[in-house]
Each structure stands twice: as C-alpha cells, then as structure tokens.
C-alpha cells in the first residue's frame, strides 16, 4: 500500500505542479479567456488514463493463465522502464520545470485553443498513463485488488491538496530535494515490480528458471504474516524468488540507485583572476 501511495503522490504531485503552472501563468497574464481550454485539456487526460487503467483490468481477465503471465510480466517491465526515465528527467528537470512550460505555453497561446488542449493534455496525460500502468502492475504483484488501489488513490489526494497549497502560496519545499529522495523510494519500489515481472514471464514459459530458486524463507517471513505482506506491499518482496529474479533485481537497483544519487556533473572551476596590468608611470 505504501508503494502504491507514494506512486500516487509522486506521479500526482507531477501533475498537479504542472497544472498549478499552466493555471497561474495565465491568471496573471491577465488570459483567464482561455483557461476552459487547458481545463478541457485536463479533463481529457485523465479520462484517457482511467479508460486506460480499466482496458488493462478488463482485458487481462479475459485471457489465458499463461496470456496473463505473459502480459503481466511484459506490461511490469514497460512500467519499470518509464518510471526509471520519469526520476531521472524529473530531477533533471525540476528547476527548470515553470520556465519550459511557460515556454509552451507561450507557443500554444501564438498557435489557438486546439494547441493549448493538446499542450495541457499531453503535460499531464503522460504522468496519468504511468500512473496507470504502473498501479495496474503493481496490483498483479500484490494480488490484492483494493489495499494497492487504496494507496494510489490516497496519494492522487494528498497531491491534489500539496498542488492546491502551492498556487495558494501556502507550501514551499525544496522540489529539487523532494523528487530526488521520492524518486529514489521510486527505484526500489521498480527493483521489486521488475522481480516479480520476470517471475511472471517464468511462469508464462517465456523464460526458463523458475524451479531454481535462489533461498526460501517462507518458514521465517511467512507471505500471509503481517510482516510479509508489508513487505510484499512495499517492496514486491517474495520470500522464495528465483536465482533470476534476485540478478535481475540486484542488476537493476544497485547501477540505477548509483546513478541515480551520484551528484550530477561536477562544478566549474573558477575562472582565473585577469593578470595585473602594470601601471604607466607618470610622464
């Protein structure tokens, strides 16, 4: 659950910020004309990743067990792989975030109400549909249907009410810090959901290994204990995983936590103070 809240948070806070932007650029550009065009925008988006989220629920269920591993674990790896570029990009780009959407902005407006739908429809239809997918594979891991649901909607809330805070004035945090501590959380959680897809595509017949397992501690950490199902709600912890997926898991988090955490570029050197000029002497 607590995975799926900070998914929640995290993906809706991205959203809710860029609306915040679009929204308060042009209030105080004096365009309040055209804001029921990024509200249609809006609007659109999330339709878009809701219908999205209940094509994967329904569809799914109406495929083989194999069809369903297979879909899954393919499904889980797509998700891993977006939000792994969405942390790395959102760090990148948190500072600068205002400035390239007013950019846009400022293009959409030049161009019509059609480009500024499409411009605040695509700004959040793109965090609606990772939130979709990536609340769709973690409820398969989970194999619990509401408690997953519960967290991410739980999350979606408290972005919208951080959201609202911030064009109110009433919030303010350091964003840079704040997407890079959640965005590492992000990649642990993402560690967990690739395991648990490519034991999917184990059991779906796609890749060998499943019957070698790397250790069991069911016995010690039992999967219906309320530590093991924190555990596994959190981090898609399996007490008996496959020898693959404990490579895969370690493959992923330990080179992308790194990167992830390491300071980006390092600093500029100071420039070199000019050299003193010697003066003229005095005719």
């Not at 769709?136 to 009410?161: M, N």
């Not at 219906?224 to 912890?237: C, E, I, R």
């Amino acid at each position: 659950m607590f995975g799926n809240y900070l998914i929640g948070l995290r993906e809706g806070l991205e959203a809710s910020l860029v609306v915040c932007i679009l929204i308060a650029y042009l209030v105080k550009t004096g365009r309040r004309d055209r804001l029921a065009p990024v509200w249609a925008g809006i609007a659109a988006a999330v339709v878009l990743s809701m219908a999205f989220g209940a094509v994967l629920q329904y569809g799914s269920t109406q495929l083989s067990f194999e069809a369903q591993e297979a879909l899954g674990g393919s499904l889980s790896i797509v998700a891993v792989g977006l939000v792994t570029w969405m942390v790395f990009w959102m760090r990148r780009t948190a500072r600068h975030l205002k400035t390239e959407l007013h950019g846009k902005l400022d293009a959409a407006l030049a161009m019509g109400t059609f480009a500024l739908v499409v411009t605040a429809f695509l700004a959040v239809g793109r965090e609606g549909l990772e939130t979709a997918l990536f609340i769709w594979t973690a409820v398969q891991a989970t194999s619990d249907g509401v408690r997953p649901l519960v967290g991410a909607v739980l999350g979606l809330l408290t972005s919208v009410v951080l959201g609202w805070m911030f064009y109110r004035g009433a919030l303010k945090i350091n964003l840079a810090k704040f997407f890079t501590w959640t965005g590492a959380m992000l990649v642990v959680v993402a560690a967990g959901v690739l395991a648990y897809g490519v034991h999917d595509l184990q059991e779906a017949g796609w890749i060998p290994g499943l019957t070698s397992q790397a250790f069991d501690i069911s016995s010690t950490v039992p999967k219906d204990s309320w530590y093991g199902t924190l555990l596994k709600g959190v981090f898609n912890f399996q007490p008996d995983p496959t020898v693959l997926q404990v490579s895969v898991w370690a493959a992923y988090l330990v080179p992308t936590l790194f990167l992830f955490l390491r300071k980006s570029g390092t600093p500029a050197p100071k420039p070199a103070p000019a050299p003193a000029t010697a003066e003229k002497p005095a005719a």
